[in-house]
């Protein structure tokens, strides 16, 4: 069993930064994938940042440059530096891992983002 447990969201200016940690506990590394989504109201869960256990990175269009994803593996602990944020990035971030295949998933509660003036 995978638990996640994600924190560091708060309030923030245009322009400020935040870093997200999510804590893992069980054998996460079993899981190819270590991720962090976002949904905002309305909006559909979008995956922003992707790290594999190969240490490939990806990351949506709209981050790339301005975020970071990375781990600390002795800790299992998940991270996104979020830097030069804009209001269109307040949302609810989730941390989580999947399998290779994709069919096999843990989610974290999530924490919100809010980015305002």
């Known amino acids: 069993q995978v638990q996640l447990v994600e924190s560091g969201g708060g309030l923030v200016q245009p322009g400020g930064s935040l870093r997200l940690s999510c804590a893992a506990s069980?054998?996460?590394?079993?899981?190819?994938?270590m991720g962090w989504y976002r949904q905002a109201p309305g909006n559909q869960r979008e995956l922003v940042a992707q790290?594999?256990?190969?240490?490939?990175?990806s990351y949506a269009d709209s981050v790339k440059g301005r975020f970071t994803i990375s781990r600390d593996n002795a800790k299992k602990i998940l991270f996104l530096q979020m830097n030069s944020l804009k209001p269109e990035d307040t949302a609810v971030y989730y941390c989580s891992v999947q399998n290779f295949g994709r069919n096999r998933e843990y989610w974290g509660q999530g924490t919100q983002v809010t980015i305002s003036s």
């Open positions: 069980g054998n996460i590394f079993s899981f190819y994938y």
């Open positions: 790290l594999t256990t190969d240490s490939r990175t």
